[in-house]
């Protein structure tokens, strides 16, 4: 149980242009996914809480206009990458939050590369 | 702002030997996680410890809290390449997580 998904799992794309990235909870119901960005070897920095229903959560220094966050139900939360710039390329993990005791369920990541 | 220290950041040793990683922090956690993540996958989830002084075992694996819910360990024993990854310990407290900055492990044949 607790699988998250994520798709696509590597995407290029060309600078300026938009990219959307999907995260599915397969078998069971998240009110809160989060967004997180990981550099080569470092751990995982939070980008944003995505709660269903309502407005998503930026932590500081993360623009809300670049990164569009939608998390219309229980079990989908999407993150946009607007206006793409090269310095955007990196790995884009989501999880899903489960259970009485809070642990997250990570999905497999995305690969963002911005030519 | 709630910290979580891990340590060491990078440790590289001979199949076969014992380590220990650490998670520290100055604040109390109502549960704690471990997870490995390998090269270009999301991270897997390991163990939750909740009770302060709890010890659970994986395996090769044993996972220790600390008596005020601040603090963990992770021992492995007899590491194996396979055990090669990044170890992110999380403290979670209402809701919310705060990750340790990683610990790199390789292990070599």
């Known amino acids: 149980g607790a699988v998250v998904s994520q798709h696509p799992s590597r995407v290029i794309c060309k600078s300026g242009t938009s990219v959307k990235i999907e995260c599915r909870s397969l078998?069971?119901?998240?009110?809160?996914m989060f967004w997180y960005r990981q550099f080569p070897k470092q751990s995982l920095m939070l980008m944003a809480t995505s709660n269903e229903g309502s407005k998503a959560t930026y932590e500081q220094g993360v623009e809300k206009d670049k990164f569009l966050i939608n998390h219309a139900s229980l079990t989908l939360s999407t993150l946009t990458v607007t206006s793409a710039h090269p310095e955007d390329s990196s790995f884009y993990i989501c999880?899903?939050?489960?259970?009485?005791?809070?642990?997250?369920?990570f999905g497999p990541g995305t690969r963002l590369t911005v030519t | 702002t709630q910290l979580l220290e891990q340590s060491p950041q990078f440790l590289s040793i001979q199949e076969g030997e014992n380590l220990t990683v650490y998670c520290n922090s100055s604040?109390?956690?109502?549960?704690l996680q471990w997870y490995r993540q390998e090269p270009g996958e999301g991270p897997v989830l390991l163990v939750t410890v909740v009770t302060g002084g709890e010890v659970k075992k994986l395996k090769r694996l044993t996972f220790q809290f600390g008596d005020a819910r601040k603090d963990s360990s992770l021992h492995i024993t007899a590491a194996q390449p396979g055990d090669t990854g990044l170890y992110l310990c999380?403290?979670?407290?209402?809701?919310?997580?705060?990750f340790g900055d990683g610990t790199t492990l390789t292990v070599k044949p």
């Open positions: 078998d069971f119901q998240a009110t809160t």
């Open positions: 999880s899903a939050m489960s259970g009485a005791l809070y642990e997250q369920y």
């Open positions: 999380a403290g979670t407290d209402a809701g919310k997580s705060t």
């Open positions: 604040s109390v956690f109502s549960s």
